[in-house]
Structure formats: structure tokens, C-alpha cells
């Protein structure tokens, strides 16, 4: 079995779009509801970072997994302007999908599993990943037009 | 009247005083549409004759008729078959008028020449207006132009602003300054039922047997509604009242029970309130399955919100909130009432929202005395967002539909793709942000005072004054704002100018001219009218794109944009509301006289082809997406939204150890532009002060009327001290005082923060982190300066001596003296300092 890998596989993905969404929320402090909503999005990632730590305890009776793979998704480089704030919320909108499509993975597993506890889990904070995703969707496409045309170079 | 030596006197005639006794006499009432009409007046002379119009302050619509002699304003009087008011008028509708009369009225364009605002012709002014707005658009594309407009506007204008600025130059960059205001009752609506129509009616006071005021000083801030609900409570049958505030309002102080929450945490109490009814079975379970979606997740989200942890988190007693609780889960009818309480503190359209639930679970909806007012503030507001200068399309179409965008098209003949409409339009939080980085270049400001009334008054500040901003104000008044503007458009008043507008219970009054404007003013349409003739806007046949050329022709066209939708003004015209009264929208073929309330059916207005909006996450402001809403197509069922509670953002600490609330005061209204050029009025409440509990002014020392220096993260202010009637570790300013009649920094944003509710985008005015000390008072100055004088006496004798010394010391040839001298003086320096 490859679900105790996975775990820790998505715990580690979960960390880097806390970190993700932490530097956005630091880095665009000037846009006040990048800030605040940035910093919340960034405590359920941790919440979630701490759960699947917990599942993972779990599966001890699995093979030891990977380490996971320490390769980060996207460059935590975060810009400055309203053009630095399209390409980062962008980066995080790519993280959070990759988190999204694991929090899939693992509820499909968890039923095969017939593990109750994990696919409640899977459903629960999954659904938080999805709100992630639709934020930051929603500031994309607000930000888009004015970052691309007017915004000064 | 009288007649003198065969010439005619006139007299003062006031019915009341009401600066004294704002609400006026009872007369006590119960039953539907059965208030007594008592007719407020007050004249400075004899009316040569009256003109009917309608009073412009606050979005209660009282029905008024203005006294005319001689070309002037001489006084005002209600109407007694309005349903608004039948009569009444409160304080500032009495005596603002006076603004109108006001010497130092705008009569003339001004543009800036080499710093300084100068006289300029209408001619001179509108060529550059248009010189600019060509050139910011040509280079810079239409997302460089941005519009910023008042409440107190007419329909008339908002409608032709809103295809100027969406359908002629194509930018998504139009907001009023309800953001500031009623945003979140707009937003709740929405979330709620489908749509921003106000489901209640004026009349629900008439018949309910309890009203809920939430974050509402109707006593000070719709004094007409008030004395009708002290007219109930005073008659048979009188309805309980419940108030939640954290304050004691006069409002508050007149409630069967006060619940007084710590500011930003409306959102447990109100959960709170709703777990107690839903667990006490207080529920209308036929009405919840057949007309609303989520009960499910409601119960489980505010299961989580025992009496004693809303205690916790809110600091209302659980006894007073289960008293609450069994008011308004035991009445039989409830009229509940939403302020800027809730709109302007955290978690705004959540919170308001829930007041919407509470009616939804108990099936309280549609029928008399049970109507919800999330009520708007200003005369205009509600047609700022009827129109589209507020967020949604015109006529309350949803910018994520393109079938509403191509009805909108079709209407003004232009191209789809020239309406911005990968919207939602831009609210002003975020313009500003725009602005700040430089890619808005140009703002035009109509009839609203933003140096004022935004928060972060400091940054504001710099903003308008920003190098590469052009800064247009449109105004009757040089106002703060005007004061870092690059061109002012001088623009008639209210009584100056015909054009309609509606209150907060959907009724449309006319307004019609009274007087001339004064000098070369002209009613914002006019220079609207003349703005997109200039700029040579056309639709899609090349013809002109504002068909119109007068307030009645807006009127027409506008018939025709809101026509089939929930604001259908299709069955009212001029002639129908210069009668006896005003008349509620919806007014068409199945409503021909109006709708006095809406849902009746318990249908709303939720199907995905006629909603406002898909709605949004009411945490994150996440948009539901079209596909997600049409897959759950709630098709006229009302959506219960739960919403946990999110701490506010700034809460006090050691620094800044107290909450600091904003608000009004009766006298007074918006940025005082109005009622402090009437004598009364600003005698009544002449300068700010910041309330304070005994409790927290015997810990920082200060007496009552004592000036106060208030410091938050931001900016500080300076304000006398009143002590009383709030919760200690809370104080309360007043947000009307700026600066043009006394320099100074007292207001309030001064402290205020840049930050908003998700969903609706208003800025959280409600609560901040301050501290305070006590300005010594000039006793102790006088002593300290005497002290600063003595010290700085003893300093210069002292480096006299020195000076002296050391001129004695080179007179002997000593260099090591004058190497000491400037170090003895740099010493004394600091030491006076």
C-alpha cells in the first residue's frame, strides 16, 4: 500500500500552500482582503497539515513511506505591484489545485478502503480546498484586466 | 400673516421644536395604515406657495412640500397623505434647508491653474473635463477612468452616470458612497432571496407584535420611523422591542431588553438567538421544507453556539439573550431592522444574513408586521443601486448572466462587448488601491465628501492629492474633498432640480423644482447630459447613446431598463407620483398600485435566470460559480447561509488597548455639508466628542468635556470627552466632523481601518484599536509653559555664562574652551526641548 506515502505526500504540499498563501498575504499586506483572507485560507492549510499528520499515525502498519519529494510546485518568489499580485495569486491558485485534485486521490482510496474516518476527512477538508481555490479564482479574475492593461510598468 | 400700512408681514411659524424634542408629541395608534397624521412645519416666512418635493435626509422618503417666496426658500412642512411620514419631519428635515440658502455656495466652475483653484467658465471647464477624459482614455484605456458618487443624487442622474460610465466609455469603475453604508444590506439581501429588493414595508410597525432593531439607532438616525414605532408602543397592543447595540442608544434605552455585544461579534450573538429558537422547536417547518434551502447546515452551524459561549466571545449575558430569544421566537409577527451596526462592523453581510434566517426559519416573510428592512441610509441610496452605480448591473441584473447583459445591450443598442462586463464594477476600497499604484488616473467625485467619510483619512489624503491624479469634484459646497481638486463643477441641491427617488421600503417620491440653483450651478444631469454630448458617445447606429435631454426623459428610459424586474418602475410616471403619495415599487400590470410587500408567494427571487447574483462564500468572498449555482438551482427558494464567526482582524492589546465605534448623532448628517450651515441644527451638536464609560475615564483621567488625543495605527484625533451610556473598554465617536469650518483633525477616520467585508466590499468603520490621554487642561498648560519658560530662561543665562567664559577664554588664548562651546550648546538644546 502506497496511502501512508501519499499522506505524508499531501501533508507536505498542504504545508507549502500555507507557506504559499502566508508570503502572499506578507508580501500584498497593501491589499487589505488579500491580506486577511490569505492569512485564514493559510490556517485551514495548517489544520489540514496537523490532520493528515494524525492519519498518517494512523497507517503505521503501512511500509515505511518516501520521503516525500522535497521539490516545491512553484517558485515562492512573491512580486511586488498589481502585476506580482495576478502571477502570485496564480502560483497559489496552482498549489491549491494540486492539493485539491490529492484531497480526490485520497477520498477515492478511503472508500475502496472502506475507511469511514479518512473519506469524512477527505470530505470535510477537501471542501476548504475547494473554498481556496474558488478565492483565489474569484481575486484572479478580479485583478486580471486592470494588472494586464493599466497597470504601470 | 398680517397686513401693516397696506404692506404684508410675514412670521416665523415652527409647529414644534424639534432640536428640543427631536421625536415630538405622541400620538399613540394601532392597526394597519391607521397613524395619525400630524403636520410638522417650519417656515421663517410666509410661503408665497408650496411645491411638492420630498425631505432629503435619510432614506425614510418623508413626504414634504417646500415653501417658496420671492424665489427662495422659506421653509417646509409634511405632507399629511404621504405613507411615509403623514406629516411628520423630523429635525434635519425642518431645518437643512437652510443649506440651500447657505452664502458660500459653489456658483462657479473652478479649475486649478499653478496650484491655486480659480474661477473658470462652463465652457472653459467642461473642454478640459473632456480634453482629460480623452486623453486618460485614449492612452490609458477606459480601466484609467474611474466615477465616484454620492446617496443624494436622483435616479434620473445615477441611471444616465451608469450608461455613460458602463455603456459609452466601457470602464467598470463606477461606486457611490453607499459601499460605505448599505453595501451589506444589499449583499444580504441577495445572498438571501435572490435580490437586493427590500421585502418589508413601512406599514410592518403598523401591526407587529415585536421589532428587532440590530445595529440600528433608528432614534437618531430615521427619527420618523421611531416616532411611528414610540406611536405603537405608546398605543394598545404595543409590540415588544428588542435592540442590539453596543451602545445605549436612545434606541436601546427604550428596549424591552438591550443586548449590548463587544464590537465585530454580531455574528455569534445572532447565531446564538437562532440556536435557542430552532432548539425550542420555534420553527415553521412546513414553510422551511417548501421555501428555503440549508436548514440542515444552519442547525448544525449555530448548534455550535450555546447561550455561554456567545457570552464569551460577545460579552452579552446568556440570560439577557435567552430573554431575546423567547421574545422573538414566541411573536406571532416581527419586524426586524438591520443598520450600519451590523453593515460597517466585521463580518457584515454574514451577520445580516442571519436576521434574514431568523425571519426564513420561522416563516415570518410577506405577510403584515412581518417585514425585514435592512435598511438603507441615504434619501438616494436605494436608487445608487437600483440603477448600477453600486455594484450590480442596472435594474438588479447579475453581471456573471450574459442574458442579462445582452437585455442591457439590446436596450441602450450597443455592443455586448462594450459593456465591462467581466465585472462585478469596482468598489471604491479597491479604486482607491487602483489610484495608489497610478493605473487609475483620472476620478471624478459627485456630490460625496471622501476626504471625509473614508477610513485612513491620513492616506486618503495623499491619495487625492496623488502627482499623475486628475481629481473632478462635482459639489454644491467646497467641500474637504474639493480642496485637492483639480477641476469643481458647481451643482444645484435637492429643491433646485426635478428628478425622483426611493426610500427604504421601495417607495419612489418626485422632487420637483422649487428654486433656481444659485450663480452658474447646474443639477448634476445637466452637466451629465452635457459631458456625453461632448465626448461624442454613440450607440451602435452612430446615434447619440443617452437619448435623453431631460430629467423626464431619464425617467422614460429608465422605465424601460427596469421593466420586468424586481424594481419595476414600468407602471409609474411622473403625473401618478406628484399625487398624494409616494408609491411602492414593484408598480407594473400585476401590481398597478405597488407591491407593499414582497414574496408574498413565498417565492424569491433566487432562479438562476432572474437572480442578482450566484451569491458568494460568506467568509472568503469566493463567487459561486454559475455552473455550481444552476446545478442546484434553488428556483425560488430562499438559501439559509450559516457563517461561523472570524475575529475581527484589529482587536485592542496592550498598545492600543481600547475599542474605538463610530456613528451619528440626530443633528447632524453625513460630512455636515448640509446641517452645519444650519444654525439650529449645528448649535445642537456643534463638535465631535468621544464617548466614554465612567469606568475607563477615571483610568486614563479624564473629566467630562475634557479634550481627548486619541491615537490609533494609522492617525490620531483630538475631541472633547462625554461620559456614559456605553460599555467600558468601548468608545464612541461621531463620524459627521471634518475640517473645512474648524481646522483640526477630529474625525473619526482619522483612526478608522482599510479593511472590508468580504461579500459586500464595505469597509469596517465600526471598530478599531485606539488609546487615549487627557489634553492637560490650561490651567495645568499654563503651568507647564511656565515651567518650559523658566527652564529655557536658566538655559540662555546658562549659555550666556558659558559664552562669556569662553570669550574670556580666547581672550586668554585658550583653544580647549572653544572646542567646549558648541557642545554646551547642543546640551542645553535638548534639554529644552
Known sequence: MHVRAYLALLEERERQLADALEALADVHAGEPDVSAIGRLAAQWSRQHVAALAELGRRCSGDELPQPAPAMPLISLRPRNGRYGLLLDLQSAWLLAQDVHLRWTVLGQTARALRDGELERACGTLGAETDRQVAWLHTRIVEVAPQALIAAPL | MYTMFGRQVTEFYESRDSIAHVWGSRTPYAGERRWPVRIDERSLEDAGYWVPSTCPFCSNGCGMDIGVRDG?????????????????????????????????????????????????????????????????????????????????????????????????????????NVRL?????????????????????????????????????????????????????????????????????????????????????????????????????????????????????????????????????????????????????ATPTLLSTVSLGVYQSGQATAAAVQVNNLHLVRGLFGRPGCGVLQMGG????????????????????????????????????????????????????????????????????????????????????????????????????????????????????????????????????????????????????????????????????????????????????????????????????????????????????RHPQGAPRLYADGVFDTAAGRCESFGHDLVTGAGVSPADYCAHDPGGRALLKPADYQPPLEVPDADYPLWLTTGRVVYQWLTRTKTARSKELNAAAPEPTVQMAEEDAARYHIADGQLVDLHSRRGRAQVRATLGG????????????????????????????????????????????????????????????????????????????????????????GAGARAGLPGAARGTGEATR
Open chain 2, 726 to 813: 456605553i460599555q467600558p473598554g468601548t468608545v464612541f465617536m461621531p463620524f459627521h466632523y471634518g475640517s473645512w469650518d474648524r481646522p483640526g483633525r477630529r474625525a473619526a477616520n482619522e483612526l478608522t481601518l482599510s479593511e472590508w467585508d468580504p461579500v459586500s466590499k464595505q469597509p469596517h468603520l465600526k471598530y478599531a484599536a485606539v488609546r487615549l490621554h487627557a489634553v492637560p487642561r490650561p490651567a495645568t498648560v499654563m503651568v507647564r509653559t511656565l515651567a518650559r519658560l523658566a527652564t529655557r530662561i536658566r538655559d540662555a543665562a546658562g549659555r550666556a555664562l558659558l559664552a562669556v567664559r569662553g570669550f574670556a577664554a580666547r581672550v586668554r588664548g
Open chain 2, 181 to 329: 453604508s448599505t453595501a451589506a444590506a444589499s449583499a444580504a439581501l441577495t445572498e438571501s432571496l435572490g435580490s437586493e429588493a427590500q421585502p418589508g414595508s413601512f406599514d410592518d410597525v403598523d401591526t407587529a407584535d415585536a421589532i428587532l432593531h440590530v445595529g440600528h439607532n433608528v432614534a437618531e438616525q430615521h427619527t420618523v420611523l421611531w416616532m411611528r414605532i414610540l406611536d405603537r408602543r405608546r398605543g394598545p397592543r404595543p409590540p415588544k422591542l428588542v435592540v442590539i447595540d453596543p451602545r445605549r442608544t436612545p434606541t436601546a434605552a427604550a428596549a424591552d431588553v438591550h443586548l449590548a455585544p463587544w464590537p465585530g461579534s454580531n455574528v455569534p450573538v445572532l447565531n446564538g438567538l437562532l440556536r435557542l429558537i430552532i432548539e425550542a422547536g420555534r420553527i415553521d417547518r412546513a414553510f422551511v421544507e417548501a421555501h428555503t434551502m440549508g436548514f440542515a447546515a444552519l442547525e448544525d452551524m449555530v448548534d455550535r453556539w450555546p447561550p455561554e459561549r456567545v457570552e464569551e466571545v460577545s460579552g452579552v449575558p446568556a440570560s439577557g439573550l435567552r430573554a431575546a430569544a423567547e421574545i422573538l421566537g
Open chain 2, 72 to 176: 427662495r426658500i422659506v421653509g417646509v412642512r409634511g405632507r399629511a397623505t404621504d405613507r411615509a411620514n403623514l406629516g411628520r419631519l423630523g429635525p434635519k428635515g425642518l431645518h437643512g434647508w437652510a443649506a440651500n440658502n447657505s452664502p458660500d455656495r459653489l456658483t462657479r466652475p473652478l479649475a486649478r491653474t499653478a496650484g491655486t483653484l480659480r474661477p473658470a467658465s462652463w465652457e472653459e471647464a467642461m473642454s478640459l473635463l473632456v480634453e482629460r477624459s480623452r486623453g486618460v482614455r485614449d492612452v490609458h484605456s477606459p480601466l484609467a477612468m474611474a466615477f465616484y458618487v454620492g446617496g443624494q443624487l436622483f435616479l434620473e442622474e445615477y441611471y444616465t452616470l451608469a450608461v455613460i460610465a458602463l455603456a459609452g466609455l466601457g470602464t467598470p469603475h463606477l461606486d457611490s
Open chain 2, 378 to 589: 441615504q434619501p438616494a441610496g436605494a436608487n445608487a443601486h437600483e440603477t448600477g452605480c453600486a455594484g450590480a448591473l442596472p435594474g438588479f441584473r447579475n453581471w456573471a448572466n450574459p442574458a442579462h447583459v445582452a437585455e442591457l445591450a439590446q436596450l441602450w443598442n450597443v455592443e455586448a462587448a462594450a459593456i465591462p462586463a467581466w465585472g462585478p464594477s469596482t468598489p471604491i476600497m479597491q479604486m482607491l488601491r487602483y489610484i495608489e499604484e497610478g493605473s487609475i488616473r483620472m476620478l471624478w467625485v459627485i456630490g460625496t465628501n471622501p476626504a471625509v467619510s473614508l477610513p485612513d483619512l491620513l492616506r486618503i489624503r495623499r491619495l487625492l492629492g496623488q502627482e499623475g491624479l486628475f481629481l473632478v469634484v462635482e459639489d454644491g459646497f467646497l467641500n474637504e474633498t474639493a480642496e485637492h481638486a483639480d477641476l469643481v463643477l458647481p451643482a444645484a441641491l435637492w429643491a433646485e432640480k426635478t428628478g425622483t427617488f426611493t426610500s427604504s421600503d421601495r417607495t419612489v417620491h418626485i422632487s420637483h423644482t422649487a428654486v433656481s440653483p444659485p450663480g452658474e450651478a447646474r443639477p448634476d444631469l445637466a452637466i451629465l447630459l452635457d459631458y456625453a454630448r461632448r465626448m461624442d458617445l454613440r450607440d451602435r447606429d452612430g446615434a447619440p447613446l443617452v437619448k435623453w435631454r431631460d430629467a423626464a426623459g431619464a425617467f422614460e428610459a429608465w422605465r424601460a431598463c427596469s421593466r420586468g424586474r424586481p424594481c419595476d418602475y414600468s407602471g409609474l410616471s411622473y403625473a401618478r407620483l406628484s399625487g398624494a403619495t409616494g408609491i411602492q415599487w414593484p408598480c407594473n400590470a
